[in-house]
């Protein structure tokens, strides 16, 4: 009969796995709660508008196209995407605009031009994240971190004697304060802790090397949009004859032993030979495990997102792909949201715009705007109140920088809320990406892909290591698939 695998949850790093063991020979079922695949990378559509709910940048593509070239199949014939020109635009409240060309030579002469730091300053950062980059991705995002064969190698040694130059033992925020005059810059690169949903005057500066992979490796759009890189991999997994059963939430893991025997859903059991978990492991435990796991508390958490998907009835020529306002004042929007468990009166609002790639995510003349601000996970904040407020704040703050009056070009209005994001994904108290790296320990804390006392049993996708966000899930399908292949 070959091997039997039960994959719960079809996130990408969920869908990635049953591609990857389906090409081991596995015969993988793939178990769902909602009518759809993807998790938190979903799409929503209304009144001639379509939206990406989720993730809007794409860095790595290297980690999905592998998946098609491992099936040997063309990834042209699945996805297509364009490199970006500007990786963003950041707005400032004394009226200044930073265009972040992808073009690193463009971009460190913008910053000469707009600001009163040097283009060498820029060349220097961006040459240190990538060493950054390189001395720790093998250790800290390619390879199981938690084995202990994997810490006796050269590249645990290599970064072992050069620990004092990954920063390990500074905030990113103080490092960028030293290598920039502007504050304005140091606000740029300090932004980069929160593609981590983490707080960059905690977060240590080797997480600095995030800024090299928009920068150097660049940042990427799907020519159908974000949705289409799970289109795309649904579809090459439905070849490679992975079966997905929709609206089939999973009750219980049965265990027999530390074995994991098989999958409980609709009141039925299926019995498999190895289980794949993708929902976020604070989950898992309680809900789905037997016995009692210590949950995080709330401050080791990463953050959460209050989105506003808007209908605009009006073209903004003077914004791009993907938009940032900044808050006026940075260290108290992050206070706020991780110590105080608060939403800021003056928070950074992204914009992201993906009409202004896709035609036909919006109708002629109008754009699809993806409003988010970074706010607390779910501790039981009133959310109607903070939704309410924080409406009104984005909308004073857009009316403000950009002058405008954005309410009246609303036409269609959808909002995800922490307690939501937990509702339709499974995500810890709507924490986005598991545990923050707000401690230098982070990545040592996160939970393993595997633990002794599960056997069987994996663990994938943003809440485990090597951490969240699209290219890291895909990364831990990697290490998952890897494991299971190589295990004893
Ligand atoms: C608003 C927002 C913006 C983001 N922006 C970015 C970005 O720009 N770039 C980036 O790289 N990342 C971004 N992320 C993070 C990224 O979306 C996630 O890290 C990644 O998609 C998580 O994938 P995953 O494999 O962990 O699975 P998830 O997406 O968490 O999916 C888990 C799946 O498991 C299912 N499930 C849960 N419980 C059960 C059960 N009991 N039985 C059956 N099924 C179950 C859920 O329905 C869900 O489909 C963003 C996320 C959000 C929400």
């Not at 591609?19 to 938190?40: C, D, Q, W």
């Not at 920039?180 to 977060?203: C, E, H, I, K, M």
Request: proline share 4%.
């Amino acid at each position: 009969m070959g091997i039997k695998t039960g994959i719960i949850g079809s996130g990408i790093g969920g869908i990635a796995t049953a591609i990857r063991l389906a090409l081991m020979g596995h015969s993988v079922t793939v178990f769902e709660k909602n009518s759809y695949p993807g998790g938190k990378l979903a799409e929503y559509k209304s009144k001639g508008y379509r939206f990406d709910m989720g993730p809007s940048l794409f860095t790595m593509p290297h980690f999905v196209t592998e998946l098609f070239i491992l099936a040997g199949k063309n990834p042209a014939n699945y996805l297509e995407y364009d490199k970006l020109e500007i990786l963003c635009k950041y707005h400032y409240e004394d009226g200044s605009i930073i265009n972040a060309y992808q073009d690193i030579d463009l971009f460190a002469e913008e910053i000469e031009l707009k600001t009163n730091d040097s283009r060498e300053s820029i060349l220097k950062h961006l040459d240190k994240a990538e060493k950054i980059y390189n001395l720790t991705s093998n250790i800290f995002i390619l390879r199981a971190l938690h084995k202990t064969s994997n810490l006796y190698n050269r590249d645990y040694l290599k970064a072992f004697l050069k620990f004092g130059s990954i920063d390990a033992l500074t905030s990113m925020h103080n490092k960028n304060k030293k290598a920039f005059r502007d504050p304005r810059t140091q606000q740029l690169f300090d932004r980069y802790a929160t593609y981590v949903g983490s707080n960059p005057y905690s977060v240590p500066a080797t997480l600095n090397m995030i800024s090299h992979l928009e920068h150097n490796e660049g940042a990427y759009f799907p020519k159908n949009g974000m949705y289409s890189i799970i289109t795309g991999l649904h579809q090459l997994a439905g070849e490679l004859n992975v079966k997905f059963n929709f609206n089939s939430n999973v009750d219980a893991i049965v265990l027999k032993g530390k074995k994991a025997q098989g999958l409980k859903s609709g009141g039925k059991t299926f019995p498999f030979d190895f289980i794949v978990s993708d929902i976020d492991v604070n989950t898992i435990y309680g809900n789905l495990l037997p016995g009692k796991e210590l949950k995080p508390k709330t401050k080791n958490l990463s953050s959460s997102a209050l989105v506003f998907y808007w209908g605009i009835n009006k073209a903004f020529p003077e914004l791009s792909l993907h938009n940032i306002l900044f808050s006026n004042n940075y260290k108290s929007e992050f206070d706020a949201i991780f110590n105080k468990q608060n939403v800021f009166s003056d928070p950074t609002v992204y914009i992201f715009i993906s009409s202004k790639l896709v035609k036909g995510d919006a109708p002629a003349g109008y754009e699809n705007w993806f409003t988010m601000i970074n706010v607390p996970p779910d501790t039981g904040q009133d959310w109607n109140a903070l939704v309410k407020a924080s409406r009104e704040n984005i909308i004073g703050k857009i009316n403000r920088m950009l002058k405008t009056d954005i309410e009246n070009h609303i036409t269609t209005e959808k909002v995800l809320h922490p307690p939501e994001i937990y509702n339709k994904t499974g995500s810890y108290k709507g924490s986005l990406y598991g545990i923050n790296s707000n401690s230098r320990f982070a990545a040592f804390n996160r939970h393993p892909n595997h633990r002794s006392r599960y056997s069987n049993l994996y663990f994938v996708g943003g809440s485990v290591h090597p951490g969240g966000g699209i290219p890291m899930c895909l990364s831990s399908a990697r290490i998952v698939a890897h494991e299971i292949k190589h295990r004893k």
